[in-house]
């Protein structure tokens, strides 16, 4: 009889809930073409660059926050999101 290998049950666990996660929204369709195109004339940056920062914007500042300042917020998609 071999005993049983005694279970981690913490790593089986499901992670649990982050206090406030980011809110994930989709920008309007106006709001998403003019972020890419205004990317890709203006910093001359090719069009999967400009989405990629585009999805962080997405996933990381609420489109109300971003209509506010659109262009902090682009920098920071800039800096922060891995394209």
Same mark, same amino acid.
């Given at each position: ?15 649990? *809930?982050?206090?406030?996660? *980011?809110?994930?929204?989709?920008? *309007? ?55």
């Amino acid at each position: 009889m071999n005993p049983a290998r005694p279970r981690d049950h913490g790593s089986c666990s499901a992670p649990s *809930p982050s206090p406030a996660p *980011p809110a994930s929204s989709v920008y *309007p369709a106006d709001a998403q073409n003019s972020i890419v195109n205004d990317c890709e004339q203006n910093n001359g940056e090719p069009a999967s660059y400009c989405q990629c920062n585009l999805n962080w914007l997405e996933a990381n500042i609420p489109y109300s926050m971003f209509a506010q300042t659109p262009a902090t917020f682009e920098q920071q998609a800039d800096a922060y999101a891995s394209c």
